[in-house]
């Protein structure tokens, strides 16, 4: 099975500045047709998850432009650019390389 | 616009068995393949299983395979999850989510099933 592995475990941000989260795939996430089978989602306290990022780069519908990926085969990271409190929740990386679909840990992000 | 709900959901004691629902409006349901993914309590997301637009191909954990499966009925726009043989670790909140070529993108709010004698 493919391990992603988040860092950090947690991360306290001024509303504002900027946050970095880190995801590490223990195998090449490029597909044969040469999509990256990276996606990114937002867990926000108490409700359903939300995809963020499509494909490790590409902004899913409605999500603000303050939110960003990039990468390479297998390290990912997602930046988040002036932090508002909306954005507060448990961030999880995930694939849709091959079977099984595995997630990471997830990143809590918590408002100074 | 696009929504998911889930139903079915409770205590059930281990060995027995419970059967899940996500009923599914707003868009074309027999155009997407759909997933099931369950957050046990405390916990992170762990993927279920996945059933294609036509309900031909099914792919599942090795933890549920042989006791859970998943279904659909496209003229009915509603997903199954049929889960027998139930154990505490299966304990979660199960969402139901729709996957299309841009990730999963829509997912339901998700319903508790709880395993406990």
């Known amino acids: 099975d493919i391990v992603l592995t988040q860092a950090p475990l947690s991360v306290s941000v001024t509303p504002g500045e900027s946050a970095s989260i880190s995801c590490r795939s223990s195998?090449?996430?490029?597909?044969?047709?040469?999509?990256?089978?990276l996606y990114w989602y937002l867990q926000r306290p108490g409700k359903s998850p939300q995809l963020l990022i499509y494909q490790m780069s590409n902004l899913a519908s409605g999500v603000p432009d303050r939110f960003s990926s990039s990468g390479s085969e297998t390290d990912f990271t997602l930046k988040i650019s002036k932090v508002e409190t909306e954005d507060v929740g448990v961030y999880y990386c995930?694939?849709?390389?091959?079977?099984?679909?595995?997630f990471g840990s997830g990143t809590k992000l918590e408002i100074k | 616009e696009v929504q998911l709900v889930e139903s079915g959901g409770g205590l059930v004691q281990p060995g027995r068995s419970m059967k899940l629902s996500c009923a599914a409006s707003g868009f074309t349901f027999s155009n997407y393949g759909m997933a099931w993914v369950r957050q046990a309590p405390t916990k992170g997301l762990e993927w279920v299983a996945t059933?294609?637009?036509?309900?031909?191909?099914?792919y599942y954990r090795d933890s549920v395979k042989g006791r859970f499966t998943i279904s659909r009925d496209n003229a009915k726009s509603t997903l199954y999850l049929q889960m027998n043989s139930l154990r505490s670790e299966d304990t979660a909140t199960y969402y139901c989510t729709r996957g299309s070529y841009g990730g999963y993108d829509y997912w339901g709010q998700g319903v508790m099933v709880t395993v406990s004698s």
């Open positions: 059933i294609s637009y036509d309900g031909s191909s099914t």
């Open positions: 195998k090449s996430l490029l597909s044969s047709k040469g999509i990256t089978s």
């Open positions: 995930g694939h849709r390389l091959e079977y099984p679909l595995t």
